[in-house]
């Protein structure tokens, strides 16, 4: 009788420590349809340069013929990495008639390449980074970078929250065109 308990007790104890012979069920994950994104891999616009995320958009094209006749296509395609504050088509129709005609009218194509260049950072910099860098050097004069209330701004013209990143850089949407200041004597007069 005592070897009937001792066998039961030790029975038992090897069941509650796993040992017994009933199948333990394991939840299986579930197929998932679309794969998720992992650390490292490219969203649809960061298969596209900066200029082809730009030609995409369609709130761009003022921008991208500026781009064009300036003669930096290349840089924004094959360069990089950039930060661009991309004024919208409405940024630009916001300009004084003279200020965009002398901008756009292809007579003063080293002022347009200038004032292009004031809306270009070195490398990649997100909104969350404004505040930490304050006064970037852009390619053609300093900026100014703030976020006030939550609302993201570079030389006190707001950018819109959305930034799109590209294979070469990220383009931040602005409200306004960046009129560098000029000491060269390119700024034609308006």
């Not at 794969?35 to 200029?51: A, F, K, M, S, V």
Request: hydrophobic share 35%; net charge negative.
């Amino acid at each position: 009788m005592k070897t009937l308990y001792r066998s039961m007790w030790m029975a038992a104890c090897l069941a509650l420590a796993g040992g017994g012979t009933a199948p333990m069920v394991q939840a299986q994950p579930e197929k998932q349809e679309t794969p998720q994104q992992q650390p490292g891999d490219r969203t649809e616009h960061e298969n596209r340069t900066l200029l082809e995320t730009l030609r995409a958009n369609g709130d761009f094209t003022t921008l991208v013929k500026a781009i064009d006749e300036a003669g930096m296509s290349d840089m924004l395609s094959d360069g990089g990495p950039y930060t661009i504050f991309a004024p919208t088509d409405e940024a630009f129709a916001r300009l004084p008639d003279s200020e965009r005609q002398a901008l756009l009218g292809g007579e003063h194509e080293e002022w347009l390449r200038k004032v292009l260049k004031y809306h270009l950072l070195p490398g990649i910099v997100p909104a969350s980074e404004f505040k930490a860098l304050g006064r970037p050097q852009a390619l053609t004069g300093q900026l100014s970078l703030d976020v006030q209330d939550g609302r993201y701004q570079v030389n006190d013209i707001p950018v819109e929250r959305e930034e799109t990143r590209a294979h070469n850089g990220i383009v931040h949407p602005i409200e306004g065109v960046l009129i560098p200041w000029d000491a060269t004597g390119l700024r034609p007069d308006t």
